[in-house]
């Protein structure tokens, strides 16, 4: 099976925009590779739509009238790759050792296509053996009755619908812990954190209105093309009014360059490009809360002169004294810093920071929108906390065209958090839920991300339970998780495709394979819908339009019934049975334990557009401490306080391709960088492969810059030259995850810090 090392690169020039032929033609070819019948490459139609599926790839909202094409490149191959036609059963599984199975790597494992049958891992032959439903649920409820119940995690990956959500996190509270980690500990945790403790809510203010309303955009650290293309729609549109877009990225990103709209026949003939940034601004990473910093001292900069003048004040004073808490330390903290230090955090000059900062002063309703650039730093919460800094210092939350936009991830992570898949007890409500269902929900703290490989190293996790996600290759510190994964006592994967996490698993290990999104849902109570809530706070219906894979499947919501009935003491107020027949009935449920958010939820869920959370912070009332929103002064400029190596160190970020989702890699070219069959890569400043007298392709090592004592390197990258700041280097996420120390991560919201990894680079290479 080919590693796909870096020897096998081609590199080209990355000449496509975003959009354009380059993406159809790839939506086409993964079509073909995974020989999604004709009738279901028409379900594209379906994608976004009030009667529709809702995309299985990113989080961003759903129009109200949505393009006849509402999808993009990556909902496209997200579908295909769900809907594929390829399958594998018990067979295939007995042809192939979990031995064999770990030399593949993650594209291959996946391209076997979808899981048809539960699995249970046999160590006489080492191989999965099927087992039935009855037999799986049995012995894993069976297990989970006989363990320490604080030593159980319940994992989950952000695909799942709210009604599974709601049922899995119920699932875990009545098996009696908090342990419901979720990849947005990976992900939006330092959002949570950060905006929750500054504006009063977790989530977002700006809904997709608000793009036909603002007057400038800041963007940070997200790459659209990639990651949310639909969002180009909105981009392209505010461009088109002049709307200036100020983009702050380390890396010169295609997509966030310039943009063909492929639903546009006339675009697409002409080869008609819109220009979406208007300002590109190489920050370093790590460096943007030296950058706001030096945004908000241009703007009391600016502020002063106009007081000078006598003209009209920068500030928003009127909404600052009324609205904020905090002002005149932060005010202070921005006046004592120093654009030498300013320059040298951020890696951007004065003169550049003062001309965005100009645009803002200059626009009446700014937002600001922002990716994993920002929350997977050291300092990822102080960073979202700087972007509300600047946004209330002219009043640009909670009106029109104004406000904070996080690009969520997942495209139901956001709702996850909602209905109740949280380690923090505070944000469950467990006084009503012991009401509703008449149990004694634990109070104590469950373990994040971080929190659960810590206790996983540790040997105190009995039993991991995923509904989603392939965990051990996502979560940093690879080297010594993938060893410690082996010594669990059981692992339970409910998925729908294999991956790494099912060939590193525990010792006892089943899988569960479930249906997926698009696929039709059939219960006693007839077809079902489902429901999500999107980066905006807004909950839509989905309703799956292919026929299954195959018959033996089980929803998602089936198999957390199945082993919640197995596990759990019978609760005659928990019908799980019932709730897998209609699932109108856990929404019934789910608006019973939150009214505020899901009041009418059965009624309200095909809302075009969705429906709304309520958001206080979007009307101006702030549910914080001190019922403002709260200016916060920045601890610390520096990116990476404490992972500092010498002159010789380089910083590494680590980023997605548009051949990926997550650790699903369709294949190994990333067309917008110009990279092709591999993607054991590293990008890396001209200046810097001068130095270090390096040729074009050249194989390389790295090795991470920490002295703890453990050794932490990745061989066999070859070097691409490209266009990022001098001192940093960028390679792709997971491939490198191996280099991230554990306790390398966000200190409130502990995101691993999976964009500044201080990195030493070795000459001559290992191929690994
Ligand atoms: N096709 C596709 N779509 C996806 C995903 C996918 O893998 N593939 N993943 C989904 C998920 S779960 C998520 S969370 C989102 C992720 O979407 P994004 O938030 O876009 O995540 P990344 O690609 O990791 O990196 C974001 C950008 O941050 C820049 N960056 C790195 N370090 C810094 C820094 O210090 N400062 C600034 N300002 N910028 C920096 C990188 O150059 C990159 O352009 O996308 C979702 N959508
Ligand atoms: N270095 C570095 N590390 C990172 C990041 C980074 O930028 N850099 N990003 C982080 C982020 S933002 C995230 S969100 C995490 C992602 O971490 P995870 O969410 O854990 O990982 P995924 O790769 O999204 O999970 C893919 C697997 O999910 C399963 N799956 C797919 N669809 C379904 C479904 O409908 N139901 C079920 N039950 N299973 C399904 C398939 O088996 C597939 O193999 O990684 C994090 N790790
Ligand atoms: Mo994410």
Same mark, same amino acid.
């Given at each position: 099976?080919?590693?796909?090392?870096?020897?096998?690169?081609?590199?080209?020039?990355?000449?496509?925009?975003?959009?354009?032929?380059?993406?159809?033609?790839?939506?086409?070819?993964?079509?073909?590779? =995974?020989?999604?019948?004709?009738?279901?490459?028409?379900?594209?139609?379906?994608?976004?739509?009030?009667?529709?599926?809702?995309?299985?790839?990113?989080?961003?909202?759903?129009?109200?009238?949505?393009?006849?094409?509402?999808?993009?490149?990556?909902?496209?191959?997200?579908?295909?790759?769900?809907?594929?036609?390829?399958?594998?059963?018990?067979?295939?599984?007995?042809?192939?050792?979990?031995?064999?199975?770990?030399?593949? #790597?993650?594209?291959?494992?996946?391209?076997?296509?979808?899981?048809?049958?539960?699995?249970?891992?046999?160590?006489?032959? #080492?191989?999965?053996?099927?087992?039935?439903?009855?037999?799986?649920?049995?012995?894993?409820?069976?297990?989970?009755?006989?363990?320490?119940?604080?030593?159980?995690?319940?994992?989950?990956?952000?695909?799942?619908?709210?009604?599974?959500?709601?049922?899995? /996190?119920?699932?875990?509270?009545?098996?009696?812990?908090?342990?419901?980690?979720?990849?947005?500990?990976?992900?939006?945790?330092?959002?949570?954190?950060?905006?929750?403790?500054? !504006?009063?809510?977790?989530?977002?203010?700006?809904?997709?209105?608000?793009? +036909? +309303?603002?007057?400038?955009?800041?963007?940070?650290?997200? &790459?659209?093309?990639?990651?949310?293309?639909?969002?180009?729609? =909105?981009?392209?549109?505010?461009?088109?009014?002049?709307?200036?877009?100020?983009?702050?990225?380390?890396?010169?990103?295609?997509?966030?360059?310039?943009?063909? &709209?492929?639903?546009?026949?006339?675009?697409?003939?002409?080869?008609?490009?819109?220009?979406?940034?208007?300002?590109?601004?190489?920050?370093?990473?790590?460096?943007?809360?030296?950058?706001?910093?030096?945004?908000?001292?241009?703007?009391? *900069?600016?502020?002063?002169?106009?007081?000078?003048?006598?003209?009209?004040?920068?500030?928003?004073?009127?909404?600052?004294?009324?609205?904020?808490?905090?002002?005149?330390?932060?005010? =202070?903290?921005?006046?004592?810093?120093?654009?030498?230090?300013? %320059?040298?955090?951020?890696?951007?000059?004065?003169?550049?920071?003062?001309?965005?900062?100009?645009?803002?002063?200059?626009?009446?309703?700014?937002?600001? !929108?922002?990716?994993?650039?920002?929350?997977?730093?050291?300092?990822?919460?102080?960073?979202?906390?700087?972007?509300?800094?600047?946004?209330?210092?002219?009043?640009?939350?909670?009106?029109?065209?104004?406000?904070?936009?996080?690009?969520?991830?997942?495209?139901?992570?956001?709702?996850?958090?909602?209905?109740?898949?949280?380690?923090?007890?505070?944000?469950?409500?467990?006084?009503?839920?012991?009401?509703?269902?008449?149990?004694?929900?634990?109070?104590?703290?469950?373990?994040?991300?971080? %929190?659960?490989?810590?206790?996983?190293?540790?040997?105190?996790?009995?039993?991991?339970?995923?509904?989603?996600?392939?965990?051990?290759?996502?979560?940093?510190?690879?080297?010594?998780?993938?060893?410690?994964?082996?010594?669990?006592?059981?692992?339970?994967?409910?998925?729908?495709?294999?991956?790494?996490?099912?060939?590193?698993?525990?010792?006892? /290990?089943?899988?569960?394979?479930?249906?997926?999104?698009?696929?039709?849902?059939?219960?006693?109570?007839?077809?079902?819908?489902?429901?999500?809530?999107?980066?905006?706070?807004?909950?839509?219906?989905?309703?799956?339009?292919?026929?299954?894979?195959?018959?033996?499947?089980?929803?998602?919501?089936?198999?957390?019934?199945?082993?919640?009935?197995?596990?759990?003491?019978?609760?005659? &107020?928990?019908?799980?049975?019932?709730?897998?027949?209609?699932?109108?009935?856990?929404?019934?449920?789910?608006?019973?334990?939150?009214?505020?958010?899901?009041?009418?939820?059965?009624?309200?869920?095909?809302?075009?557009?969705?429906?709304?959370?309520?958001?206080?912070?979007?009307?101006?009332?702030?549910?914080?401490?001190?019922?403002?929103?709260?200016?916060?002064?920045?601890?610390?400029?520096?990116?990476?306080? *404490?992972?500092?190596?010498?002159?010789?160190?380089?910083?590494?970020?680590?980023?997605?391709?548009?051949?990926?989702?997550?650790?699903?890699?369709? &294949?190994? *070219?990333?067309?917008?960088?110009?990279? =092709?069959?591999?993607?054991?890569?590293?990008?890396?400043?001209?200046?810097?492969?001068?130095?270090?007298?390096?040729?074009?392709? +050249?194989?390389?090592?790295?090795?991470?810059?920490?002295?703890?004592?453990? %050794?932490?390197?990745?061989?066999?990258?070859?070097?691409?030259?490209?266009?990022?700041?001098?001192?940093?280097?960028?390679?792709?996420?997971?491939?490198?995850?191996?280099?991230?120390?554990?306790?390398?991560?966000?200190?409130?919201?502990?995101?691993?810090?999976?964009?500044?990894?201080?990195?030493?680079?070795?000459?001559?290479?290992?191929?690994?």
């Amino acid at each position: 099976m080919s590693n796909h090392s870096g020897k096998d690169v081609k590199i080209g020039r990355a000449t496509m925009p975003a959009g354009g032929w380059g993406s159809l033609a790839k939506v086409s070819t993964i079509l073909l590779d =995974q020989r999604v019948p004709i009738k279901d490459s028409r379900l594209l139609l379906k994608q976004n739509k009030p009667d529709g599926y809702a995309c299985v790839s990113c989080a961003w909202a759903k129009p109200a009238n949505p393009h006849p094409f509402e999808f993009c490149e990556s909902g496209a191959k997200a579908t295909a790759w769900e809907t594929t036609s390829k399958t594998i059963g018990a067979d295939f599984f007995e042809r192939h050792t979990v031995t064999e199975l770990e030399a593949w #790597d993650d594209h291959t494992l996946e391209d076997q296509g979808r899981l048809t049958v539960p699995l249970r891992w046999d160590a006489a032959s #080492d191989t999965y053996r099927e087992v039935s439903w009855e037999t799986a649920f049995a012995e894993i409820g069976a297990t989970l009755r006989g363990m320490a119940r604080e030593q159980v995690v319940f994992y989950a990956s952000g695909r799942a619908s709210l009604e599974t959500s709601y049922m899995y /996190s119920l699932f875990a509270r009545m098996y009696g812990n908090n342990n419901l980690p979720d990849s947005s500990n990976m992900c939006h945790e330092s959002t949570s954190v950060g905006l929750q403790k500054t !504006i009063g809510v977790p989530v977002g203010t700006v809904v997709l209105h608000d793009f +036909e +309303e603002t007057d400038c955009i800041f963007f940070f650290g997200q &790459n659209v093309g990639v990651n949310s293309p639909r969002m180009l729609h =909105q981009l392209q549109e505010a461009r088109r009014r002049g709307v200036p877009i100020i983009t702050f990225n380390p890396l010169r990103e295609r997509g966030l360059v310039s943009f063909t &709209n492929p639903q546009s026949p006339v675009e697409m003939l002409t080869g008609h490009e819109t220009p979406i940034s208007t300002q590109y601004h190489q920050v370093k990473p790590g460096g943007d809360t030296a950058a706001i910093m030096g945004l908000c001292k241009a703007v009391f *900069d600016r502020d002063d002169a106009a007081q000078r003048a006598g003209a009209q004040r920068v500030l928003d004073v009127a909404f600052i004294q009324e609205h904020t808490h905090g002002f005149a330390e932060f005010e =202070q903290s921005v006046r004592a810093c120093g654009w030498i230090d300013i %320059e040298r955090e951020s890696g951007l000059r004065r003169a550049d920071l003062e001309a965005a900062a100009e645009a803002y002063c200059e626009a009446g309703a700014v937002m600001g !929108i922002y990716g994993m650039g920002l929350t997977q730093h050291r300092n990822g919460v102080q960073n979202v906390t700087m972007i509300v800094n600047l946004l209330l210092l002219r009043g640009n939350i909670g009106k029109p065209g104004a406000g904070v936009c996080p690009v969520r991830g997942h495209s139901n992570v956001q709702g996850q958090r909602t209905v109740g898949i949280t380690e923090k007890p505070e944000l469950a409500p467990l006084d009503k839920l012991k009401e509703q269902y008449g149990f004694e929900p634990p109070r104590k703290a469950g373990m994040n991300t971080v %929190e659960a490989c810590e206790a996983i190293l540790a040997g105190k996790v009995d039993a991991f339970i995923g509904l989603g996600g392939n965990f051990v290759r996502a979560v940093p510190e690879r080297g010594l998780m993938e060893k410690a994964w082996r010594e669990i006592p059981l692992t339970v994967q409910i998925a729908t495709k294999l991956n790494r996490n099912h060939v590193i698993h525990g010792k006892a /290990s089943y899988l569960l394979p479930c249906l997926g999104r698009i696929e039709i849902d059939r219960q006693a109570g007839g077809e079902q819908d489902v429901t999500v809530e999107d980066s905006t706070g807004c909950m839509h219906g989905s309703r799956g339009r292919a026929e299954p894979v195959a018959s033996t499947l089980l929803s998602e919501p089936a198999i957390v019934a199945g082993l919640a009935k197995a596990t759990l003491d019978p609760n005659p &107020n928990v019908d799980w049975d019932r709730w897998v027949g209609d699932y109108s009935l856990v929404r019934e449920a789910i608006a019973e334990t939150y009214p505020d958010i899901f009041h009418d939820f059965n009624a309200r869920m095909w809302t075009p557009g969705g429906f709304r959370r309520p958001l206080g912070a979007a009307h101006r009332v702030w549910k914080t401490e001190s019922g403002k929103a709260h200016f916060t002064a920045p601890e610390a400029l520096q990116g990476n306080p *404490d992972l500092r190596g010498g002159p010789q160190t380089l910083r590494l970020f680590t980023v997605r391709s548009d051949g990926q989702f997550n650790t699903t890699i369709y &294949n190994y *070219d990333d067309h917008f960088r110009g990279v =092709q069959g591999s993607r054991m890569v590293l990008f890396m400043a001209r200046a810097d492969v001068a130095r270090y007298a390096l040729r074009e392709g +050249e194989l390389v090592s790295l090795r991470t810059a920490a002295m703890d004592g453990v %050794e932490r390197r990745v061989d066999g990258l070859a070097v691409v030259p490209y266009d990022v700041p001098e001192g940093c280097i960028a390679g792709y996420y997971p491939e490198l995850n191996a280099l991230i120390p554990l306790w390398h991560h966000a200190k409130e919201s502990k995101v691993p810090a999976a964009k500044a990894i201080d990195v030493i680079l070795e000459r001559g290479g290992r191929l690994s």
